[in-house]
Structures are given as C-alpha cells and as structure tokens.
C-alpha cells in the first residue's frame, strides 16, 4: 500500500499538493525533506512516510477509509459545492486516484457512506459477486400488505425497466409502515423502486450499516477514518 519508496513528484501530486511540474518550484525552495534534509531532486524515491513538507508530515500518504454519516439534502457529485466533498479536506479533491464514495446515496437518503481512494477496496464493497450486505431502515407511505417479504426473499422482483430481477433480500418488519430493508447489490435509486414495485412509496430512507460497520456514534454530517481492523489488510 504505497509504503515502497515513490518519485517525490509523483508522490506529491498524487496528494494533490500541486501538479508534478510545479513540484520543482518547490523543491528549489528547499520545502520538501527527508529527515530533515531538504530534497533537491523530482526523480528522488523517498518512503512517504517520512516526507516533510515546510516541516509537516504528509496528509494521508497511504489510502483513504472513510466513514461518513450524510445528512439529508446533500448530493454525492464531484461537482457540486454544496454537496457531501464540501465536508473533507480540499485537497482530498485532488487526489489521484479520486477519492470518491462507495456507491451513492441520494440526496433525500441519509445515513452510512463509505468513501476511499483504494479502487480495490472500493470494488470489493460494490461487486455483485462479493455480495455485501447493506441495510435500510424505510419509512413507507401504505401499510404493509403482507406478501412484501416473501417477494423480496424469492429473488424474482422485477423492477421497472429491467431485465434481471433483484436478488433476494431480506425484510424486517418494525411497524405496518417501517421496515429494515438488506440488501446484497447496489443498483440505481434500489430501495425506492423496490417499494414502487410492490406497490408502495418510501417517505423515509436511512442506511444503517454496510458490511459490519454502522455508524454508532457519528452524528449527521461527520466522518471518521476506519480503525485498523475495520480497513482492508495491507499486503505484502
Ligand atoms: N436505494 C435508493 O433508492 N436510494 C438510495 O440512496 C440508496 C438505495
């Protein structure tokens, strides 16, 4: 996990601290070190773990693991100022690779994203094959009609403008209007169109967890990094 030695150039924009031409402006400045030994050349390999720059530490050298609770209202595009990057460091923006959400929450659904720059990692949460549970707590507008569960468990719903049917998934009834919905597969607007399909409309949609983790703890609009235990394990 980029623990080897890395050009300083491609290590730096790779950060996003700037591009790797511009990283020559500030290696003549003598603001980049190793050990407290300015560096002088952009082809030098240094281990990022000991990269300094005007004395600080790197932000993150290694991958990001993220942990976010999204608030209601807010997008999870790129390009959206007010949307969920708005709440992570600038510069993470800039990071190659992108540092982006595991999937997407709409604007209306709150509640757990996962967000990294590890595209392995980020595969592995999304593939089918790996099948990773998600699960929803949904308010609905109708009462339960009773056949919901058993649908959902069949592996045989069929929603609007598809050819496959979604995988089973599980539903836990809490009350006639609310249920905790698991999934094992992300598609587009899932949950909503799940319930237009079985004929009823979802008011309310929260994830609660992925995988093993929840987000106990962590109000709206906050985030922390995975423990070590909780991110993938380092290779080699
Ligand atoms: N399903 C939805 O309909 N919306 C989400 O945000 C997530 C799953």
Redesign the pocket.
């Known amino acids: 996990m980029n623990a080897s030695p890395e050009r300083i150039d491609h290590l730096l924009s790779r950060l996003g601290y700037c591009s790797r031409s511009e990283v020559r402006d500030l290696l003549r400045a003598g603001r980049v070190a190793v050990d407290a030994v300015p560096l002088r050349h952009a082809r030098a390999k240094v281990l990022p773990s000991l990269v300094t720059l005007d004395g600080a530490p790197l932000d993150h050298p290694q991958p990001l693991y993220i942990l976010y609770h999204k608030p209601l209202g807010k997008v999870c595009a790129h390009d959206d100022a007010r949307g969920i990057y708005a709440d992570f460091p600038e510069r993470w923006r800039l990071r190659r690779p992108c540092f982006a959400s595991v999937?997407?929450?709409?604007k209306?659904?709150s509640?757990l994203l996962l967000l990294t720059d590890d595209g392995d990692w980020l595969h592995r949460l999304i593939a089918p094959r790996f099948a990773v549970p998600?699960r929803?707590r949904v308010q609905l507008q109708a009462p339960l009609q009773g056949h919901e569960a058993a649908q959902l468990a069949s592996g045989t719903l069929l929603l609007e403008g598809e050819k496959h049917p979604c995988r089973p998934a599980e539903l836990a009834v809490l009350g006639d209007r609310e249920v905790l919905l698991t999934?094992r597969e992300?598609?587009?607007?899932?949950?909503?169109?799940?319930f237009a399909a079985l004929g009823n409309v979802?008011m309310a949609?929260h994830?609660e967890s992925y995988g093993d983790l929840t987000l106990a703890g962590l109000e709206p609009g906050a985030w922390r990094e995975l423990t070590r235990a909780e991110r993938p394990e380092e290779g080699p």
């Open positions: 999937g997407r929450l709409d209306e659904t509640g998600r929803y999934l992300g598609r587009y607007h899932e949950v909503r169109r799940i979802v949609l994830r």
